[in-house]
């Protein structure tokens, strides 16, 4: 069974930094593609950053947090990160980590899995 639990989150002033976990069971880890998403209060879901698997490699990153958050993953312990640094008001939200099989879906955003979110408030 595909587990993701996501961790790290807090509050922090803004300017500062802050890194979320995302540990994942269940499946084959290195071929599954993962994605972080963001969620305010009467706000859609956004994606944050997506790291893909399989016959495309890469990754992606909302415009929005483009040259201050960084996804990555140790395959070697299951474990999704994003890296957020230059933490900006507009940042407060709950954090998701999601995965999904291969690339095909994860490519558009679609993905299957969830976890149940982690949050991220950042002051002024």
């Known amino acids: 069974q595909v587990q993701l639990v996501e961790s790290g989150g807090s509050s922090v002033q803004a300017g500062g930094s802050l890194r979320l976990s995302c540990a994942a069971s269940g499946y084959d880890f290195s071929s599954y593609s993962m994605g972080w998403f963001r969620q305010a209060p009467g706000k859609e879901r956004e994606g944050v950053a997506r790291i893909y698997s399989g016959g495309i490699a890469g990754t992606y990153y909302a415009d929005s947090v483009k040259g201050r958050f960084t996804i990555s993953k140790d395959t070697a312990k299951n474990t999704l990160y994003l890296q957020m640094n230059s933490l900006k008001t507009e940042d407060t939200a709950m954090y998701y980590c999601?995965?999904?099989?291969?690339?095909?879906?994860?490519?558009?955003?679609?993905?299957?899995?969830w976890g149940q979110g982690t949050q991220v408030t950042v002051s002024s």
């Open positions: 999601a995965a999904d099989r291969g690339w095909y879906k994860a490519i558009r955003g679609d993905f299957d899995y």
